[in-house]
Nanobody, 129 residues
Framework: QVQLVESGGGLVQAGGSLRLSCAAS????????MGWFRQAPGKEREFVAA????????YYADSVKGRFTISRDNAKNTVYLQMNSLKPEDTAVYYC??????????????????????WGQGTQVTVSS
């Protein structure tokens, strides 16, 4: 079992920045690839970014590429999402998720929510125009 707790959400003006954190506890964190997803009101949950267990491989949705950066600190059992140049359309609840995948690369299914084994409760990000 892995427990995930997100933090760092809030209200920010367009063009601003936020850094989300996801603290993990339970089973060996470094055996898991980690992902960030988001869900806006009335929309389906969508993939944002993923990172391999080693941190050596990352993948981003086109909508956030160049603005968001995912990283992890396995010593602290924490994954981060640095969000810069935020836009109103980035407003959503952001979720982190863990996928048991002890490989240096990312699996082809990292963009799909069903691939992940554990989820956090989410943190709200609101970007005002």
């Amino acid at each position: 079992q892995v427990q995930l707790v997100e933090s760092g959400g809030g209200l920010v003006q367009a063009g601003g920045s936020l850094r989300l954190s996801c603290a993990a506890s339970g089973r060996t964190f470094s055996s898991y690839a980690m992902g960030w997803f988001r869900q806006a009101p009335g929309k389906e949950r969508e993939f944002v970014a993923a990172i391999s267990w080693s941190g050596g491989s990352t993948y981003y949705a086109d909508s956030v590429k160049g603005r968001f950066t995912i990283s992890r600190d396995n010593a602290k059992n924490t994954v981060y999402l640095q969000m810069n140049s935020l836009k109103p359309e980035d407003t959503a609840v952001y979720y982190c998720a863990a996928d048991f995948f002890p490989s240096s690369s990312l699996g082809v299914g990292v963009i799909f929510a069903y691939e992940y084994d554990y989820w956090g409760q989410g943190t709200q990000v609101t970007v005002s125009s």
